[in-house]
């Protein structure tokens, strides 16, 4: 007997058109387990409909006989079935209060959740992501607005040849058109007013290093924090190359009185330490903000430093901040909002507190594309797949009837079970309280 799997369309908005199983894998299930896979047609999705029919799957508006359902982002209230497995990007485990309501539909129908971002193995280290993906788009994406924003204050750049990723065919063709742009800086270089191009990363992680790697296809040198203020101010520095400094934990805050940095002890008490990045923003031209963050731990770009940076007499250095990570209200205060792949990017105006779209306006350029991945979509669908693949069989065919202390699953599925059977499991008991509010 098979079991049967359902593949969602995503439809949360036109640009999104990843999958989390892309269809030479879904082919490659079923011809070694006893599964059957559904799939909703899509007009948009970037594998069309008839690869799926021609890997085996039955294309078809109802998933009601699949008993496990997968996707890429939240699914609308009105689609969740009674008892039903739901495994996708929830958004809901930092209490997002916008999903709050999924999460309580999803409670109320008895269903059970399993979210990627959770699935972790025994080091904690998430085994499911796009975040190398985010990197590159968002790296490409803010480089672009660079060079966008540069030319609204009369000056021309290199990285006007530069379109968003959404634009490209391929993360191949992206690569080749920085290097273009790279070998531009190289010949003639980067105009004295803006010299030297500073990008500040903060974090190290997987949406850094997907970024970082876009980024050293220009004539990039890296830096030390220590290293910054010299270089800028020193004239330590060449027009004919690109500069890029990494922030780590240790270069973001100070703890507060004689002890020294540790790491540890900063992660689980940060309300010992204080932010210090500030002191680097205005030595740099664009920010990428790549690092994990929960409201637990400190602000780094808050309204008060920018209204200061945006207010002094000359104008400032930085003018583009990409906000990868895209907290809303989170470690950076000018990410009011996400944007998506129409309207990418902003000015935030640090007197008013306000979002303008577009790139004319007193404040930084802020891009803040909440699902930059969908921007290289066969890439970051082909590498997500495989990575899920492997987990498919035990996903089909666990006994989601049992107990959830009796519930048999690879541990890292079930370290990511958020609700079983209409009851949040016991590593995420305290989103009761978000539910609440």
């Given at each position: 007997?098979?079991?049967?799997?359902?593949l969602r369309r995503e439809d949360?908005?036109?640009?999104?058109?990843?999958?989390?199983?892309?269809?030479?894998?879904?082919?490659?299930?079923?011809?070694?387990?006893?599964?059957?896979?559904?799939?909703?047609?899509?007009?948009?999705?970037?594998?069309?409909?008839?690869?799926?029919?021609?890997?085996?799957?039955?294309?078809?508006?109802?998933?009601?006989p699949s008993r496990v359902v997968?996707?890429?982002?939240?699914?609308?209230?009105?689609?969740?079935?009674?008892?039903?497995?739901?495994?996708?990007?929830?958004?809901?485990?930092?209490?997002?209060?916008?999903?709050?309501?999924?999460?309580?539909?999803?409670?109320?129908?008895?269903?059970?959740?399993?979210?990627?971002?959770?699935?972790?193995?025994?080091?904690?280290?998430?085994?499911?992501?796009?975040?190398?993906?985010?990197?590159?788009a968002g790296m490409l994406d803010?480089?672009?607005?660079?060079?966008?924003?540069?030319?609204?204050?009369?000056?021309?750049?290199?990285?006007?040849?530069?379109?968003?990723?959404?634009?490209?065919?391929?993360?191949?063709?992206?690569?080749?058109?920085?290097?273009?742009?790279?070998?531009?800086?190289?010949?003639?270089?980067?105009?004295?007013?803006?010299?030297?191009?500073?990008?500040?990363?903060?974090?190290?992680?997987?949406?850094?290093?997907?970024?970082?790697?876009?980024?050293?296809?220009?004539?990039?040198?890296?830096?030390?924090?220590?290293?910054?203020?010299?270089?800028?101010?020193?004239?330590?520095?060449?027009?004919?190359?690109?500069?890029?400094?990494?922030?780590?934990?240790?270069?973001?805050?100070?703890?507060?009185?004689?002890?020294?940095?540790?790491?540890?002890?900063?992660?689980?008490?940060?309300?010992?330490?204080?932010?210090?990045?500030?002191?680097?923003?205005?030595?740099?031209?664009?920010?990428?903000?790549?690092?994990?963050?929960?409201?637990?731990?400190?602000?780094?770009?808050?309204?008060?430093?920018?209204?200061?940076?945006?207010?002094?007499?000359?104008?400032?250095?930085?003018?583009?901040?990409?906000?990868?990570?895209?907290?809303?209200?989170?470690?950076?205060?000018?990410?009011?909002?996400?944007?998506?792949?129409?309207?990418?990017?902003?000015?935030?105006?640090?007197?008013?507190?306000?979002?303008?779209?577009?790139?004319?306006?007193?404040?930084?350029?802020?891009?803040?594309?909440?699902?930059?991945?969908?921007?290289?979509?066969?890439?970051?669908?082909?590498?997500?797949?495989?990575?899920?693949?492997?987990?498919?069989?035990?996903?089909?065919?666990?006994?989601?009837?049992?107990?959830?202390?009796?519930?048999?699953?690879?541990?890292?599925?079930?370290?990511?079970?958020?609700?079983?059977?209409?009851?949040?499991?016991?590593?995420?008991?305290?989103?009761?309280?978000?539910?609440?509010?």
């Open positions: 007997m098979k079991i049967n799997i359902g949360i908005n036109r640009w999104e058109r990843r999958v989390p199983l892309i269809p030479s894998h879904i082919r490659e299930l079923q011809e070694n387990h006893p599964l059957q896979f559904y799939v909703q047609p899509s007009d948009i999705r970037v594998f069309p409909d008839s690869e799926y029919r021609a890997a085996g799957a039955l294309v078809q508006e109802d998933l009601c997968l996707a890429i982002k939240e699914i609308p209230l009105t689609l969740f079935e009674p008892g039903k497995v739901y495994v996708f990007f929830s958004h809901t485990i930092k209490g997002q209060p916008h999903n709050m309501p999924m999460l309580r539909r999803i409670m109320e129908l008895g269903c059970t959740l399993i979210d990627y971002e959770k699935m972790t193995d025994d080091q904690g280290r998430r085994v499911l992501f796009f975040g190398n993906y985010a990197g590159h803010s480089l672009w607005a660079y060079g966008q924003r540069l030319k609204t204050l009369g000056l021309e750049t290199p990285f006007l040849r530069l379109k968003q990723a959404v634009h490209y065919a391929s993360l191949t063709e992206i690569k080749e058109e920085v290097k273009a742009a790279g070998q531009e800086i190289v010949d003639r270089g980067l105009p004295p007013e803006i010299s030297p191009f500073v990008c500040g990363f903060f974090g190290y992680g997987h949406v850094s290093q997907g970024a970082q790697e876009i980024f050293d296809l220009l004539p990039a040198v890296e830096i030390k924090p220590s290293e910054l203020v010299d270089t800028v101010e020193r004239g330590y520095f060449s027009p004919h190359r690109v500069y890029k400094v990494v922030f780590k934990e240790e270069d973001m805050v100070r703890p507060r009185g004689t002890q020294p940095f540790d790491l540890q002890d900063y992660y689980q008490h940060p309300e010992k330490y204080y932010p210090v990045v500030e002191e680097y923003l205005p030595y740099l031209s664009l920010l990428i903000n790549g690092i994990f963050w929960t409201p637990k731990y400190p602000r780094f770009v808050t309204r008060k430093f920018l209204q200061q940076l945006y207010g002094a007499s000359s104008r400032p250095r930085l003018q583009v901040i990409g906000d990868i990570t895209c907290d809303i209200d989170g470690s950076i205060e000018s990410t009011v909002k996400a944007t998506d792949s129409e309207k990418p990017v902003y000015v935030y105006d640090p007197v008013r507190g306000e979002a303008i779209d577009g790139f004319e306006g007193p404040g930084p350029v802020v891009m803040a594309v909440y699902n930059l991945p969908a921007e290289l979509p066969v890439e970051s669908s082909t590498y997500f797949s495989q990575g899920l693949k492997k987990y498919v069989p035990a996903l089909a065919l666990a006994d989601y009837s049992r107990t959830f202390d009796r519930l048999e699953l690879d541990p890292v599925i079930k370290r990511a079970v958020i609700v079983h059977n209409g009851q949040l499991t016991p590593d995420y008991r305290y989103l009761e309280d978000f539910l609440k509010k």
